[in-house]
């Protein structure tokens, strides 16, 4: 296809387009089909050093460039990527399976993050104050971390991207941008249309490889980038920070989910219904934030569950590039075949299927929409992370039992509240143990709220006023005045 065609097929070090060093390539594949879209560039540590180098290299230039002049290259970069939807659309559709319709949802959240943070490049502040023995002023200034290495995942294959590289530019930060290997396509195509905004060489810096690891490590123990994000599995994310440590790096976290969902007796249905289909299928489920445990108060579990099983039943599964598709297929065989293992897991332990729950026949990596109910604490989708379209239903008679459930994991990243009480919301709110709570929506994400978890859900925030902080050193500096 022609976007598939358009999109530089390089690794992009230094301002320009250039092969892995060994000449390996990497398959991209259409999870739809199973078919191969392109190959692209496959780095080695030889290439993620070259990409290092040319970061650390534009470093102090970028750090020197007014703010100014950074907001006004991301907004150029907002513009485009606005400018491009369509295009932008089909090739995460394309390589990652999401429908159109989500696909260029993710195209306006992904392109908010450049706008957000090119208004934020202006604003990065400082002050002096009168020290209190009136001896000294104390001037506080703020200064670009330096080079970061950026790790994205697959599932918001633009979102995740920009919403990292942004607060970047705008504090005067060179980057080394590793995506995923199953969705590089789009981070290529962004990376091209920075350089068409007017992004200076080095300023970004992409290496895409299958050898993470052996690209990875060294950069984060080699001393010279000085800021690390990642985005991906608690797993992983405690093998980074461990790797982190020898040179001290700073570190922002974006890891694992078990997002529970409680629906109380006084909740609005039609609300809490069109909630949960939004916390559970935005993005077929494959999402840190999805609802992964739903908890239904048992007087309204039987209506709440024939609800959400009709409204599951109804979606179209397909190519996410035909008309009509909601739920496009999940990422790879071993995402889907994860979800089956949980459903027949807890089917095994007393669960019923109200609606999905057998592997369809044919290409693709599909799976259907799946409401359990009945389903046991000791099920391991309790504990799983499920990214795919599962929705499990457990009931609960009373708020503590409710949050007490909802709180017992590991994670901490969303939860999601129904309820027409007002008092209860608030004390709910503040009584789950999450970085981000739905009250009476399924929606969390937006570029100008603080996105991140507590527990092992992670370190620090992205987005909103805060995201740019994780990208800046406080400087003091004291000024003796003499009288």
Same mark, same amino acid.
């Given at each position: 296809?022609?976007?598939?065609?358009?999109?530089?097929?390089?690794?992009?070090?230094?301002?320009?387009?250039?092969?892995?060093?060994?000449?390996?390539?990497?398959?991209?594949?259409?999870?739809?089909?199973?078919?191969?879209?392109?190959?692209?560039?496959?780095?080695?540590?030889?290439?993620?050093?070259?990409?290092?180098?040319?970061?650390?290299?534009?470093?102090?230039?970028?750090?020197?460039?007014?703010?100014?002049?950074?907001?006004?290259?991301?907004?150029?970069?907002?513009?485009?990527?606005?400018?491009?939807?369509?295009?932008?659309?089909?090739?995460?559709?394309?390589?990652?399976?999401?429908?159109?319709?989500?696909?260029?949802?993710?195209?306006?959240?992904?392109?908010?993050?450049?706008?957000?943070?090119?208004?934020?490049?202006?604003?990065?502040?400082?002050?002096?104050?009168?020290?209190?023995?009136?001896?000294?002023?104390?001037?506080?200034?703020?200064?670009?971390?330096?080079?970061?290495?950026?790790?994205?995942?697959?599932?918001?294959?633009?979102?995740?991207?920009?919403?990292?590289?942004?607060?970047?530019?705008?504090?005067?930060?060179?980057?080394?941008?590793?995506?995923?290997?199953?969705?590089?396509?789009?981070?290529?195509?962004?990376?091209?249309?920075?350089?068409?905004?007017?992004?200076?060489?080095?300023?970004?810096?992409?290496?895409?490889?299958?050898?993470?690891?052996?690209?990875?490590?060294?950069?984060?123990?080699?001393?010279?980038?000085?800021?690390?994000?990642?985005?991906?599995?608690?797993?992983?994310?405690?093998?980074?920070?461990?790797?982190?440590? #020898?040179?001290? !790096?700073?570190?922002?976290?974006?890891? $694992?989910?078990? &997002?529970? *969902?409680?629906? @109380? =007796? /006084?909740? +609005?249905?039609?609300?809490?219904?069109?909630?949960?289909?939004?916390?559970?299928?935005?993005?077929?489920?494959?999402?840190?934030?999805?609802?992964?445990?739903?908890?239904?108060?048992?007087?309204?579990?039987?209506?709440?569950?024939?609800?959400?099983?009709?409204?599951?039943?109804?979606?179209?599964?397909?190519?996410?590039?035909?008309?009509?598709?909601?739920?496009?297929?999940?990422?790879?065989?071993?995402?889907?075949?994860?979800?089956?293992?949980?459903?027949?897991?807890?089917?095994?332990?007393?669960?019923?299927?109200?609606?999905?729950?057998?592997?369809?026949?044919?290409?693709?990596?599909?799976?259907?929409?799946?409401?359990?109910?009945?389903?046991?604490? #000791?099920?391991? !989708?309790?504990?799983?992370?499920?990214? $795919?379209?599962? &929705?499990? *239903?457990?009931? @609960? =008679? /009373?708020? +503590?039992?409710?949050?007490?459930?909802?709180?017992?994991?590991?994670?901490?990243?969303?939860?999601?509240?129904?309820?027409?009480?007002?008092?209860?919301?608030?004390?709910?709110?503040?009584?789950?143990?999450?970085?981000?709570?739905?009250?009476?929506?399924?929606?969390?994400?937006?570029?100008?709220?603080?996105?991140?978890?507590?527990?092992?859900?992670?370190?620090?925030?992205?987005?909103?006023?805060?995201?740019?902080?994780?990208?800046?050193?406080?400087?003091?500096?004291?000024?003796?005045?003499?009288?």
């Amino acid at each position: 296809m022609t976007v598939v065609h358009d999109v530089p097929k390089q690794l992009f070090i230094g301002g320009g387009w250039q092969d892995a060093e060994s000449g390996r390539t990497l398959s991209v594949d259409n999870p739809a089909t199973g078919e191969e879209l392109c190959r692209v560039a496959d780095a080695s540590p030889a290439d993620g050093r070259r990409a290092v180098e040319a970061a650390v290299a534009a470093q102090a230039a970028w750090a020197a460039t007014p703010p100014r002049v950074r907001s006004e290259i991301l907004r150029r970069a907002y513009d485009i990527i606005i400018a491009r939807t369509e295009d932008l659309a089909l090739l995460m559709t394309l390589e990652m399976g999401k429908p159109l319709a989500e696909a260029r949802a993710e195209v306006a959240y992904g392109a908010e993050f450049f706008r957000w943070f090119s208004e934020e490049a202006v604003r990065i502040d400082g002050g002096m104050m009168t020290a209190p023995d009136g001896r000294n002023r104390l001037l506080v200034t703020r200064q670009p971390v330096g080079p970061c290495l950026l790790i994205t995942p697959w599932n918001f294959p633009l979102a995740m991207g920009t919403r990292k590289i942004g607060p970047a530019i705008a504090a005067g930060c060179t980057i080394v941008l590793k995506p995923a290997p199953q969705t590089p396509l789009t981070s290529l195509a962004l990376a091209a249309i920075l350089k068409e905004a007017g992004l200076p060489d080095g300023v970004l810096n992409i290496v895409v490889t299958t050898d993470a690891a052996g690209v990875v490590e060294p950069l984060l123990r080699g001393g010279q980038i000085r800021k690390l994000s990642f985005t991906g599995s608690t797993q992983v994310g405690r093998i980074l920070l461990a790797q982190c440590a #020898d040179t001290v !790096i700073r570190t922002s976290m974006e890891l $694992g989910g078990n &997002a529970p *969902l409680i629906v @109380f =007796d /006084d909740a +609005d249905l039609d609300v809490a219904v069109e909630g949960t289909m939004v916390a559970k299928m935005r993005n077929m489920g494959e999402s840190c934030c999805a609802a992964n445990r739903i908890y239904v108060h048992t007087s309204v579990a039987e209506e709440f569950a024939t609800r959400l099983a009709a409204r599951m039943a109804a979606l179209t599964v397909g190519d996410g590039t035909e008309p009509g598709t909601d739920v496009g297929p999940l990422i790879d065989i071993a995402g889907r075949s994860k979800a089956h293992d949980v459903v027949r897991d807890a089917v095994k332990r007393g669960a019923k299927v109200l609606t999905g729950g057998e592997l369809p026949e044919g290409p693709g990596c599909f799976y259907p929409p799946t409401v359990l109910t009945d389903v046991s604490d #000791d099920a391991a !989708i309790i504990d799983t992370e499920v990214f $795919g379209p599962v &929705a499990a *239903l457990l009931t @609960f =008679d /009373d708020e +503590d039992e409710a949050i007490t459930a909802a709180n017992d994991t590991e994670f901490g990243l969303a939860a999601y509240l129904f309820t027409q009480n007002l008092d209860r919301a608030l004390r709910v709110a503040e009584r789950l143990e999450s970085g981000m709570i739905g009250l009476n929506t399924g929606l969390v994400s937006n570029p100008a709220a603080p996105f991140g978890g507590v527990k092992q859900s992670g370190l620090g925030r992205e987005g909103g006023r805060v995201g740019i902080d994780e990208f800046l050193e406080y400087k003091y500096i004291a000024v003796p005045v003499g009288g």
